[in-house]
């Protein structure tokens, strides 16, 4: 399997607090997206880093690219409770079309 | 834009029957879908990849004749879990792209629970 592992797997912040996950991958990758997922629901698209590309930013997020270590991190700044939900990494390979999930961080924002 | 739905949101079957799942794209045209399944607390592993018209290609380990999918029109998937046993009760989720390598468009999921 490709799977790549998320860390933490769980992650509880106050409000206001920065949020960092992590993701770590196993091959060479053409992109890399993060996803959020709210408790039994489907997934939204946050964003998109391609592998000439080192960081990008989409309003409160952050997203960085390593592809020496095969690493991703997200960083979610002043959070919110609303921001409250499972978060996964995913990348696409040269010539492929499938996106390989990693294993997601669950993140609680406490009020 | 870029919406997709699916239907149902939730299913309760016995064991034994089949169930079927549509995957609708409704604003755009999807050439490529694909089908994912979800256990609790776990992350999406892909089952297949539908193309317009063309069969459905199987990861390793997925029954295709267990899991039925047919890709009839540039909006609609589906995806029939024949003879239903209570370990296929899952998450399942679609995605849809309107090119092969394009961005993923993920519909909100079906619960399904077999008896």
């Known amino acids: 399997s490709q799977q790549g592992e998320e860390d933490p797997q769980a992650l509880s912040i106050q409000e206001g607090e920065n949020a960092t996950m992590n993701c770590s991958y196993k091959?060479?990758?053409?992109?890399l997206q993060w996803y959020r997922q709210n408790s039994g629901r489907g997934l939204v698209h946050l964003i998109l880093?391609?592998?000439?590309?080192r960081e990008k930013h989409s309003g409160r997020l952050r997203v960085t690219l390593d592809t020496s270590k095969k690493s991703s991190s997200l960083l979610i700044t002043a959070s919110r409770a609303a921001d409250t939900a499972s978060y996964f990494c995913?990348?696409?390979?040269?010539?492929?079309?499938?996106?390989?999930f990693g294993t997601g961080t669950r993140l609680t924002i406490i009020p | 834009g870029a919406v997709v739905s699916q239907h149902p949101s939730r299913v309760i079957c016995k064991s034994g029957t089949s169930v079927k799942i549509e995957c609708r794209s409704l604003?755009?045209?999807?050439?490529?879908m694909f089908w994912y399944r979800q256990f609790p607390k776990k992350s999406l592993m892909l089952m297949a990849t539908?193309?317009?018209?063309?069969?459905?290609?199987?990861e390793q380990g997925v029954e295709k004749d267990k899991f039925l999918i047919n890709h009839a029109s540039l909006t609609l998937s589906t995806l029939t879990v024949t003879s239903a046993h209570p370990e296929d009760s899952s998450f399942y989720i679609c995605?849809?792209?309107?090119?092969?390598?394009?961005?993923?468009?993920f519909g909100p999921g079906t619960r399904l629970t077999v008896l």
């Open positions: 995605s849809a792209s309107r090119l092969a390598a394009d961005t993923q468009y």
């Open positions: 091959t060479s990758i053409n992109n």
């Open positions: 880093i391609r592998s000439n590309e």
């Open positions: 995913a990348t696409v390979a040269f010539g492929n079309e499938k996106l390989t």
């Open positions: 604003d755009f045209q999807a050439t490529t």
């Open positions: 539908s193309n317009e018209g063309s069969k459905a290609t199987y």
